[in-house]
Nanobody, 124 residues
């Protein structure tokens, strides 16, 4: 059974930083690309960042480029999202997901397993 467990969310003031982690079990982590998505109340789930199986290539939504960094540790089966210079519009539930293949993708449909989500709230 594949399980993804996110941690690290919380409440932070605008301009602050948070670091999210996502531990994966039940799958050979190093074979798959990983992604982070977020969903704000009343909005669709949107792409945030993705990383290939090796970590050699990353991709970001324009809204977070230059502020967020995705990384992975295949030895620990964990993917990370470092979020700096947070804005109130970053407030959402953040989800990690495993890609169906080795690449990183912006499409929700490219991912087959999802975590339960972790709340990130940025106050102004």
């Amino acid at each position: 059974q594949v399980q993804l467990v996110e941690s690290g969310g919380g409440l932070v003031q605008a301009g602050g930083s948070l670091s999210l982690s996502c531990a994966v079990s039940g799958r050979t982590f190093s074979r798959y690309g990983m992604g982070w998505f977020r969903q704000a109340p009343g909005k669709e789930r949107e792409f945030v960042a993705a990383i290939t199986w090796s970590g050699g290539s990353t991709n970001y939504a324009d809204s977070v480029k230059g502020r967020f960094t995705i990384s992975r540790d295949n030895a620990k089966s964990t993917v990370y999202l470092q979020m700096n210079s947070l804005k109130p519009e970053d407030t959402a539930v953040y989800y990690c997901a495993t890609n169906r293949g080795t690449y990183g993708s912006m499409r929700v449909s490219s991912y087959d397993y999802w975590g339960q989500g972790t709340q990130v709230t940025v106050s102004s």
